[in-house]
């Protein structure tokens, strides 16, 4: 009965995706009848071929970015969480996307010392994200490495977090010798961004994306053991230093290729699975992990349609939204329940 009750819930919640999905897509900069959104997306290209270009090659793919923004961070939340038994832990405890932020801060702040040649790089949207996604990635190569060397799971919590504050040191350092222009583009990719990406970087977006939530599935059960302790998972079978391993590599995949097309995107993954745990009750990662994932496109979507300020062309940081909209939303919980489940 529990079961089908919480199936009745992921399925109402799926509903609402496609209802803030549309609405997403509805609203924006230029005011667009539903009628001819829906055409749009059904591929009628009958209407004015501005619309349609608007609906089809921006607003589509924002809204699929936020649905993978939001999923991703919430379901890489939910992984840290539970592998450290912390309700304080995020997707970005790891040092990951401080890692990505060092690489984008290299290159754009990085001309002071390297010269002019990479400017032309930095301004382009593929230059920041092969920049994010290298830092991203030396930084998870280093924390794999740390944790073949230690046992301690807290261990690699700590080392995670010393990443966050080295990797923030060497930001400053850049940002001091940086000009104007230069810490104001940093600055806007720290804010966040679902908008910039076009059919062909989405496509590479996907592809990592999905490698890193298939992982996630092959741990659903060990997943499951490990809120128990590491000592019960073991006499449960669970081969805890490989379930470690993907549920780092899995964390590491969807924070550093979010981190890497759309900025460092703050609280969703931190609050998401908490609100999930409240509302379904359980601690059974077969219910928490879909509803993490679709509860934190929910979260997404809907910071970002209020973000973008309809019929202006202003857009509000992203990742100001996020808390704005949801830190509230989480206190109110946690003051009902008057309690934070771990």
Do not use: C
């Not at 309700?87 to 405890?93: D, E, N, Q, T, Y």
């Not at 930084?139 to 010393?162: P, W």
């Not at 076009?198 to 490990?226: A, D, Q, R």
């Amino acid at each position: 009965m529990k079961k089908n009750k919480h199936t009745l819930y992921l399925l109402l919640l799926l509903v609402v995706v496609l209802l803030f999905t549309l609405l997403n897509v509805s609203l924006g900069s230029v005011n667009i009848p539903f009628k001819e959104v829906l055409l749009s997306l059904l591929g009628d290209e009958d209407g004015k071929q501005e619309w349609y270009y608007i609906i089809r090659d921006y607003r589509l793919p924002k809204a699929i970015t936020a649905i993978m923004v939001g999923s991703g961070l919430s379901v890489s939340g939910l992984l840290m969480q539970t592998l450290f038994r912390n309700p304080l832990a995020g997707p970005f405890i790891l040092g990951i996307s401080s890692g990505a932020s060092l690489g984008v801060a290299l290159l754009v702040l990085g001309t002071s010392f390297f010269g002019t040649n990479i400017t032309a790089l930095a301004f382009s949207n593929y230059g920041l994200a092969l920049a994010s996604s290298i830092g991203a990635f030396l930084v998870l190569l280093t924390v794999m490495i740390v944790a073949q060397k230690v046992r301690n799971t807290m261990s690699i919590l700590i080392i995670g977090l010393m990443f966050g504050s080295l990797t923030s040191a060497i930001i400053s350092v850049l940002a001091y010798f940086s000009t104007a222009e230069q810490l104001q583009q940093y600055l806007f990719w720290s804010f966040g961004s679902l908008g910039n990406l076009s059919w062909k970087e989405l496509s590479i977006f996907f592809i990592v994306y999905l490698i890193g939530m298939l992982l996630v599935v092959t741990i659903i059960k060990p997943l499951n053991s490990l809120l128990l302790g590491e000592n019960y998972a073991k006499s449960m079978g669970v081969n805890i230093k490989l379930t470690r391993n993907i549920t780092l590599i899995a964390t590491a995949l969807l924070t550093g290729i979010i981190t890497a097309f759309s900025g460092p995107i703050a609280f969703v993954g931190l609050a998401v699975p908490h609100i999930a745990k409240i509302l379904f009750k359980t601690s059974n990662h077969k219910i928490l992990l879909p509803a993490a994932l679709i509860l934190g496109a929910i979260v997404m979507l809907l910071s970002d349609t209020i973000a973008q300020i309809p019929n202006s062309e202003y857009t509000l940081p992203i990742n100001a939204m996020t808390s704005l909209f949801g830190a509230p939303i989480v206190i109110w919980l946690l003051i009902r329940k008057q309690k934070i489940v771990v």
